[in-house]
């Protein structure tokens, strides 16, 4: 890792309830403790308990985030949140692009790009998601894939623009598998971004840039996976929802 500053995000996609929100939150805040200085650190709850986890981290350094928002700033858009709602409750970044809404939802590369673009308006940090599947691995095209998304994503964004978000690679065949990429496989997906982005914008903003992996995460893998230069830290799952597995990762993100 660099000197750009460690970044976990906990997403804890479709699990819990309110109580056990709260608990987790609580918890995490208190086990992360002074390390939530040296790393930032963003919880993404499900929307309907934003709310109380954000009240539940009120001035403890960790950041709160919804786990989508919608590409629409207002209006009549029926079950969508839009990213100003997020930020109404306290919120300051998005995850955009999942590949768990990719894949289940449809979502293609130009509803993430309007996305991405909808969060920076209403001030959120995006965190776009980028992975090629199983197969598009086996067919050679792993990184391919991953250029077009980071391309689609980010199309029209100024510098300041992409300065400001963090990339997340999650390798779909690494989620919620156990089967976690190795720090060679991570970092030649990161340092790719990385060399996109200089070849998009400049060095410098390629430079400052946070980018993260997610896929399998978990407190004895971390460091390892860190350790890896392109790498900024983790998205986490599963990992997430246990306070001292998710304390140690954190950790080791500081450690890297
Ligand atoms: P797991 O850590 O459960 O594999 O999930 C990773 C992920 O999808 C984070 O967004």
């Known amino acids: 890792m660099s000197n750009r500053r460690p970044y976990v995000g906990g997403n804890w996609k479709m699990h819990g309830e309110l109580a056990g929100a709260v608990e987790v939150t609580d918890n995490v805040a208190a086990a992360i403790g002074e390390a939530a200085e040296a790393v930032e650190v963003t919880l ?18 960790i950041g709160l985030g919804g786990q989508d928002c919608s590409p629409h700033l207002e209006g009549a858009h029926t079950g969508q949140t839009s990213p100003a709602m997020i930020a109404d409750l306290g919120g300051s970044a998005a995850l955009i692009g999942h590949s768990e ?4 939802l449809g979502e293609p590369d130009a509803l993430i790009a309007a996305k991405t673009r909808a969060a920076l308006a209403a001030s959120l940090q ?3 998601c980028v992975g090629e599947t199983m197969g598009e ?8 894939v991953v ?42 997906a990161h340092s790719m971004i990385r060399s996109l982005l200089g070849e998009l914008y400049d060095d410098e903003l390629a430079d400052s840039v946070r980018i993260i992996y997610g896929g399998s995460v978990k407190a004895a893998n971390a460091a390892e996976l ?31």
């Not at 983790?234 to 998710?246: H, M, N, R, W, Y």
């Open 44 to 61: 993404f709850p499900p929307f309907p308990y934003l709310q109380a986890v954000g009240d539940a981290l009120r001035q403890c350094g």
């Open 101 to 104: 809404r990719r894949n289940e």
């Open 126 to 128: 995006p965190v776009v």
């Open 137 to 144: 691995r086996e067919a050679g095209i792993a990184l391919q």
């Open 147 to 188: 250029e077009r998304q980071v391309r689609a994503a980010l199309e029209g964004l100024s510098g300041a623009q992409v300065g400001t978000s963090v990339l997340a690679y999650e390798p779909v065949w690494a989620i919620g598998t156990g089967i976690t990429a190795t720090p060679d496989d991570a970092q030649s």
């Open 226 to 256: 860190f350790s890896a230069p392109d790498v900024d830290g983790g998205l986490i799952g599963g990992a997430s929802l246990k306070v001292d597995e998710f304390a140690s990762i954190c950790r080791a993100a500081v450690s890297a």
